[in-house]
């Protein structure tokens, strides 16, 4: 694949991811977002709740004033310089994915914190099981792109690894 192609493809995940998170979270907070904030359950181990996280993964970094909102946007916005420098350079169709993924999902954080002044979660996956941080967590389409673009990062220094040593 060229690398035009290539480039192309991970913008065209990244716009994908952008479009598909936005559009979820303009749908859940339109459902959940109501005065009695209802709750819906998918499954044993998954529900619609509507949350809003005004830090980073867990809540980590936490801020409720503008400055510390404009920081955070900062950092995903800076992060996504970074990226996109990565996906245009990427030697393969996996690895310009992955960018378009992590791409995609930071911008579509980054927009909420700028629109809402946090991020609109709003898909709990609960178990009774103690599977540590991941027993109780909400999150949204935006992060599950960004885990998707970490673990296809994953498999690509895998598979490369695993080429270079044979």
Not at 64 to 77: E, H, K, T, Y
Not at 122 to 129: A, E, G, I, N
């Amino acid at each position: 694949m060229s690398l035009a192609a290539r480039r192309l493809a991970g913008l065209a995940a990244a716009a994908l991811v952008l479009a598909a998170d936005q559009a979820s979270k303009f749908w859940a907070i339109g459902l959940l977002g109501g005065p009695d904030h209802p709750s819906y359950a998918l499954t044993p181990f998954l529900a619609l709740v509507m949350s809003w996280n005004r830090g980073i993964a867990y809540t980590l970094l936490r801020s409720d004033g503008d400055v510390g909102r404009f920081a955070l946007v900062a950092v995903a916005l800076a992060g996504v310089g970074l990226l996109s420098y990565w996906l245009w350079r990427a030697r393969s169709l996996v690895s310009a994915l992955a960018f378009g993924f992590l791409i995609g999902g930071a911008l579509g954080n980054a927009s909420d914190r700028l629109t809402h002044g946090a991020v609109a979660d709003f898909l709990y996956f609960h178990t009774p099981f103690p599977l540590g941080p991941l027993a109780n967590y909400v999150f949204n389409l935006a992060d599950a792109a960004i885990f998707v673009g970490v673990v296809l990062l994953v498999y690509e220094a895998t598979r490369r690894g695993a080429e270079d040593g044979a």
